[in-house]
């Protein structure tokens, strides 16, 4: 037994003929926030639902807060887990807060925290609605609250930020920062990268069922061999004379009359940034921009991972 | 047992919320007191409580009608909550599919329990006020009403079988009304049709009292107008099913079988589906 929170071992999964996870190895830590990443399809809904128990892998073990999710047994560790599904459905004829009073029951959770938690996503108004009535954002934002139901150590969030406005988004990334604070361990899954960019300890990025790569986000520009670029602005008309003093080793993309645009592997970075600046007032002002992470995505996606 | 019953409120808060249990107590009821009220004309000077009479038209309705509510409550248990994705999030909950099954049952159960109790019960209450011959036959009256509950409990299990058979709620609504016809129309007709055929040559009483005896509405029919003397008589079929071996307690065992096997299988097919 390992103090892994979650632990895949080589899992496949297959549906009919269609293997739609192949072959997953895949371990987390207490406390890590892990991001997937990967397009329609690629498998990550259902590697979120082998982690919960709902589906059983075709071959290779699951284990989850150190057990077999989808197991009988495994009702107990469930109380320590929270799930927000993809487009959440709810039972339209109950209220708000009908409905998370009915999953507070089932997890032993207070009336008073239904309260809070309703307050905190921000539908203490239309928490005596009808659930039929509420929008996309707000039944979001209810999924969210029933996830958090009874202090969960443990949450699985598949694109948890589809549908909501860019003030929602922020509050909701706000609440899940809280959540790390506190140590939960969180899976999320999500196609809108530059939002979990900043938050994710670890991402995995999956392609038709396989993991193509996982890693913190340097590991993955290391992996990647991404350039990083430089964007210089230099007094006017010296433009050419700059980049004809850089030398071989870099690539420059454009010039113009007083901008470069130049980009360099990371072992190159250090010496071409000492020597740009060696060049004195000719150089105005220089901006050093690491890939970014639909950057990685988009390596990993066109390379032929298969 | 908690969570089975966190489960079933929930139904039964569901049936309060949506008139399911209004609209059926109103139907229960009505007919009830239409079918004696306008039934009690052909007693005549024959000494047959009301009540009786009222019994054997109940009866011989309920076979009908509450084989139709219990699968209309039931086809869209299990088929419903799959298709709309409740069933997955439910499913992450510390509940066990058996709770989930067992406390739905239990809510279904009790949604018809109350349907029957206030519909039939009511309907009763207000006969013996109306009528003159007091309340003879409260027993054969008594028997009806929870045996009609057994018959629901019966069917409401059939219909979960459906529902986590099937992959579409449209497809478990039509293989719902397939098995009423089934069972409440198609195979009493074909049973007799096969018996006037064979001219009692091949089938004697013992296989046709077996064959009575394995459905569910025929076992239904049977214990309601045999078990008491006046309703029997005023039906015409004193005597039969004790000659044929029909005893109640069998007749119920009968029932409790055809609930408790298609709660079974549905229980051994929702373990293994996957979500």
């Known amino acids: 037994m390992s103090n892994n929170v979650i632990s895949l071992q080589a899992v496949s999964k297959t549906y009919g003929n269609e293997t739609v996870v192949r072959d997953v190895n ?17 498998g990550k809904t259902t590697l979120m639902k082998l982690m919960l128990g709902l589906t059983r892998p075709s071959t290779g073990t699951v284990e ?30 109950m209220t708000g807060q009908e409905v998370l009073a009915f999953y507070a029951q089932l997890k032993g959770a207070s009336y008073y925290e239904c309260g809070k938690l309703l307050q905190l996503v921000g539908l203490g108004d239309a928490s005596k609605r009808r659930v039929g009535t509420y929008s996309k954002g707000m039944r979001q934002r209810l999924g969210l609250a029933q996830a958090m139901l009874g202090d969960p150590q443990l949450l699985f969030l598949d694109e948890p930020t589809t549908g909501l406005d860019p003030l929602l988004r922020q509050h909701f990334y706000e609440l899940i920062d809280g959540l790390h604070k506190e140590g939960v361990t969180s899976i999320i899954s999500s196609h809108a990268l530059n939002e979990v960019e900043a938050r994710a300890n670890r991402f995995v990025i999956m392609k038709a069922g396989i993991i193509v790569a996982s890693g913190t986000l340097d590991e993955l520009y290391q992996l990647a061999a991404l350039p990083v670029r430089l964007e210089l ?14 030398g071989t080793g870099v690539n420059i993309a454009h010039v113009n009359n007083q901008k470069l645009s130049l980009s360099c592997f990371k072992g190159e970075k250090m010496p071409l940034i000492r020597h740009i600046t060696g060049l004195g007032e000719v150089v105005q002002d220089l901006q050093i921009m690491p890939p970014r992470l639909d950057e990685v995505y988009s390596h990993f996606m066109q390379g032929d991972g298969l | 047992m908690k969570m089975i019953w966190i489960l079933a409120q929930k139904e039964l808060r569901d049936g309060l919320r949506n008139r399911w249990i209004a609209a059926a107590i ?7 007191l239409a079918l004696s009220l306008l039934g009690s004309a052909p007693t005549g000077s024959v000494r047959v409580s009301e009540l009786d009479i009222t019994v054997i038209s109940l009866a011989s309705l309920s ?14 248990a299990l088929v419903g909550e799959f298709e709309r994705g409740t069933m997955m999030l439910l499913l992450t909950y510390p509940v066990t599919r058996w709770q989930v099954i067992m406390g739905k049952y239990l809510g279904h159960v009790l949604i018809l329990f ?28 008594a028997l009806m009403m929870l045996s009609s509950l057994m018959l629901g409990a019966v069917f409401i299990a059939l219909g979960y079988l459906v529902s986590v058979f099937v992959k579409e ?13 089934v069972f409440v129309v198609l195979y009493d007709l074909l049973l007799f049709g096969v018996l006037l055929l064979d001219e009692g040559q091949l ?73």
């Open chain 1, 26 to 42: 895949f371990d987390v830590q207490p406390g890590e926030c892990i991001v997937l990443v990967g397009h329609n399809g690629a």
């Open chain 1, 64 to 93: 989850v807060l150190g057990g077999n999710p989808a197991f009988t047994a495994a009702v107990a560790q469930r109380l320590a887990l929270g799930y927000l599904p993809e487009s959440v459905a709810f039972y339209e004829a």
């Open chain 1, 233 to 246: 602005s230099v007094t006017e008309g010296e433009a050419s004379r700059v980049a004809e003093s850089l």
């Open chain 2, 26 to 32: 109103i139907l229960l009821g009505t007919l009830a």
């Open chain 2, 63 to 76: 076979v009908y009608l509450i084989p139709l509510i219990a699968l209309m409550l039931a086809f869209d």
């Open chain 2, 114 to 141: 109350i349907a029957i109790f206030f519909g039939y019960g009511g309907a009763l209450i207000i006969l013996t006020l109306l009528g003159d011959s007091g309340t003879d036959g409260w027993q054969a009256y």
């Open chain 2, 169 to 181: 709620r449209a497809t478990a609504a039509g293989t719902a009304i397939g098995l009423w016809l």
């Open chain 2, 203 to 275: 089938i004697g009483q013992k296989l046709f009292s077996i064959l009575m005896l394995i459905s569910p509405t025929d076992s239904y029919r049977i214990l309601n107008l045999s078990m008491f003397e006046g309703v029997s008589q005023a039906a015409g079929i004193a005597g039969i099913a004790s000659e044929a071996g029909m005893s109640g307690a069998l007749l119920i065992s009968v029932m409790l079988l055809w609930m408790v096997v298609p709660l079974m299988a549905t229980l051994f097919l929702f373990q293994k589906r996957e979500l």
